[in-house]
């Protein structure tokens, strides 16, 4: 019989450390990964056949829970039609003012034109080359403990696989395009008036997670995002939106929306989308102003192209899953995140164990620190032993939960009642592996 061990070993025989994404292999909580072969609502299903609550959510794209039955017919109707074409289609038109139109707040319109990709590590690449071809400028700023996919310029104490694995950055990038991203502390306003006074007329772009959700959770202190906005405008340079994980996920209009329902009213100048808005195919984008965008070709200058760009299939799922996200959903989700979240501080908390819990919207994480995380120098800064055996009861338990401490737990719209139940029952007796 096939078990996760057996899977592991042989997949380690043919593809390094036996995973195609570094987070996977359970390196910083150690044991056996899970090999995985199916996936329904709100579980996830191994290679033994053993069931387990999934708060993965493959890292975000399932809003609606696994194999949504209308996401799965818009995909199956689209693979009929043929799987790739290499040419314009009705569907990417339809998914893009579907974006548009979704991007908007009191009439107020976030982005005006969108070009679709594979991967949210292209939307970034491509929102920088944009900033750069427009303001002629090379250097980025960007903040520790952020994640913006693995593009060479962007890896610098980047979070997500990287934080997991205790690395500042990565092997194989030049020391010369390294120099070109300022790497500043997040939620600090006077390290980015610094960083624009010291490299006057130089700095492209500033940019940001909406909310930073790859150092565990990292919120932004109120006011942050259109302090960035104004302070980028007041230095001639762009900023970038990266809402790759929180659009669409934490409301209809991503963290952006949530801000200005909030009562904000600021525009960042381009906004990377990925996970939710590909439904759990591969599709991500880049939006924002139309003068911006048009600098793209074939209309300007700056360079983008991909062969399964804006892949039907992908597509198809990207238009059924927003189209399905309404505001039940969000409901759906919120609920379910407050009430794990505080059912998981209560565990802590009656166990003893010095915790605490970061939440923006739907998104939320646990640090071993008695102390708020603002920053990455914070979140690295927690008793992080504590989370392996944490995360081995719940998995035992039959919940399967992130495999590091430094990743946000994801609810879904398939989070039942009697899901969030069977989570929440599971926690005290992990609380008190943590505690040990
Ligand atoms: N930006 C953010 C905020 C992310 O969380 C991620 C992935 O986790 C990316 C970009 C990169 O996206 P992808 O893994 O699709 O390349």
Redesign the pocket.
Known sequence: MTTNETAATRARAVIPGGVN?PVRAFGSVGGTPLSIVSASGPRVRDVTGRDYIDLVAS??PALLGHAHPEVVAAVQDAAARGLSFGASTPGETELAELVIDRLQVDGRAAIERLRLV???????MTAIRIARGATGRDVIIKFAG?????SDGLLAESG?GIATLGLPGSAGVPAEIAGLTLVLPYNDRAAVEAAFAAHPGRIAAIIT??A???AGVLVPDPGFNAFLVDTAHAHGALLIL?????GFRVGPAGWWGLEQRAGAAWTPDLI?F??VIGGGM?L?AIGGRRDLLELLAPLGPVYQAGTLSGNPLAVAAGIATLRLADDAVYRRVDAAAAAVSSALDEALGAAGVAHTISRAGSLFSVAFRDTPVRDYADAKDQDAWRYPPFFHAMLEAGVSLPPSVFEAWFLTAAHDDETVERIIAALPAAAGAAAS
Do not use: Q
């Open positions: 994404s890292w975000g594979s991967t949210g590590t292209e939307a970034t952020h994640y913006h996919g693995h997500s997670e909406a930073g959700a790859n990266d809402e790759v994980l929180t990377t990925g996970k591969p991500a």
